[in-house]
């Protein structure tokens, strides 16, 4: 079955207590969606530590429940 939006912001914003998440479905089915992640705990992380850290947070859903995420990261802007 898969993930409503909420449920993947609710766990991104679990594991990463800073964040900004805003969630984009893809394709309209519930299945494909797009996630930008901002969180200034992102400081001195490049992009590829930053995407682990996001996928830390989804645990074992990723590649399950969540079939594709199509994943941006940033610093807070400011």
Not at 26 to 49: C, E, I, K, P, W
Not at 53 to 60: N, R, S, T
Request: a negative charge; hydrophobic letters at 45%; glycine letters at 10%.
């Amino acid at each position: 079955m898969p993930m409503a939006a909420d449920d993947i912001a609710t766990l991104i914003r679990a594991g990463i207590p800073d964040a900004e998440v805003e969630i984009t479905d893809l394709a309209g089915d519930g299945d494909h969606y797009a996630a930008r992640v901002t969180a200034a705990s992102f400081a001195g992380m490049n992009r590829v530590q930053r995407t682990r850290a996001v996928y830390a947070a989804l645990g074992d859903r990723m590649g399950g429940e969540l079939h594709a995420l199509q994943l941006t990261t940033a610093l807070p802007q400011g």
